[in-house]
């Protein structure tokens, strides 16, 4: 098994390198100019030319590279080219909130996923089956920033229920030790902000939970109805156990497997899907702030937030792998 993680923890090397190429390939290769987004239309050619020395704009691109390259190796991922911080600082103060988006929105999929598969593949060609897995299916379809709008106009803005927009109420006090505001709130004992912070997080946190919802849900229900057809499965019924035993005690645990992937992988795509919700419902995290540095073309942070978001993605990965072994102990690795 160490031998194994090493290997894969190697192989996150070159990945990140190729993921590294090709976005900064991209952003060099798409038409616009920063420096002409920093001063303006009205800036002089000289003034622009200045500001692009400054920004290393005009080296070959293989340069550029080689530099950025340098400054990654010593764990520096630049500068933002609009507020001068650095990319690094950027990224943790906005990280936890998209963590605890992520997080939130995987345990209502997880949980209703799982739930919604195990009933429907119990319940074969009945009506929850039917209407579940339609469900599923309008879940997968319904594109994110669509379905976060319509919520925003039923429940805030019809219904009042909800805040339309942020993660805390102004007039609400917090003190903030980790930046994970319902951590924050729960070790003060702030149980005004810990309410407003959930009240806040619930619409954001189904919209991005729609879809990974609907495929953990699809993946469950096939997987159980594949288990359930086991020859063990009739044995354990036919020595007279009861059915919530063999579902969750012999069925269940196998079944899990490719959930268990499939999870992991959901929640690296809730990272990088994270980037339409936070924009919709004005979310200061990760996401919302490398939507603003497409708009304003600031190179480093797009490159430092996508190097950091891919660099999770593989790690998640990892972790899947090994959890998938530890799950099943029958599966060796090799």
């Known amino acids: 098994m160490p031998a194994y993680i090493l290997r894969r923890f190697l192989i996150l090397i070159p990945t990140l390198l190729g993921v590294s190429i090709i976005v900064f390939m991209m952003l060099r290769l798409t038409p616009g100019d920063p420096a002409e ?20 704009l005009n080296e070959p691109l293989h340069v550029q590279y080689g530099l950025f390259l340098k400054r990654l190796m010593k764990g520096d991922l630049g500068e933002t080219i609009w507020t001068r911080q650095k990319v690094w600082i950027e990224v943790k103060q906005r990280f936890p909130a998209t963590i605890e988006l992520s997080l939130v929105a995987l345990c209502i999929s997880c949980f209703f996923g799982v739930l919604f598969g195990i009933v429907s593949a ?16 309008a879940g997968v379809s319904m594109p994110i920033f669509w379905l976060g709008l319509v919520f925003m106009l039923i429940f805030s803005l019809n219904l ?5 927009s942020g993660r805390l109420d102004v007039h609400i006090n917090l003190e903030v030790i980790t930046n994970f505001y319902i951590l924050d709130a729960v070790l ?11 009240w806040h997080i619930i619409m954001p946190a189904v919209t991005l939970s729609t879809i990974p919802t609907a495929i953990v849900a699809r993946m469950t229900r096939s997987s159980m109805l594949e288990v359930l057809r086991q020859d063990y499965i009739k044995t354990a019924k036919a020595k007279g156990l009861s059915n919530f035993k063999v579902i ?8 899990l497997i490719p959930v268990v992937t499939t999870i992991g992988l959901q929640f690296g795509i809730l990272m990088g899907g994270a980037i339409l919700t936070e924009t919709i419902f004005a979310w200061p995290g990760v996401g919302k702030w490398m939507y603003d540095a497409v708009m304003q073309r600031d190179y480093m942070v ?9 660099t999770i993605f593989v790690v998640i990965n990892l972790f899947v792998d090994v959890l998938y072994a530890v799950i099943n102990p029958r599966i060796s690795v090799k």
């Open 122 to 137: 119990t319940r074969q060609y009945s009506l929850f089956d039917y209407l579940s897995m339609l469900g599923a299916l």
């Open 302 to 310: 797009i490159q430092g937030g996508t190097l950091f978001i891919a």
């Open 188 to 198: 003060t004992r702030n149980w005004e902000a810990l309410r407003d912070v959930i």
């Open 37 to 56: 987004l920093l001063l303006g239309e009205r800036a002089t050619e000289s003034a622009l030319q200045e500001v692009r020395e400054h920004l290393g």
């Open 248 to 255: 969750f005690k012999h069925a269940l645990r196998n079944a």
């Open 160 to 164: 009042g229920w909800l805040p339309i």
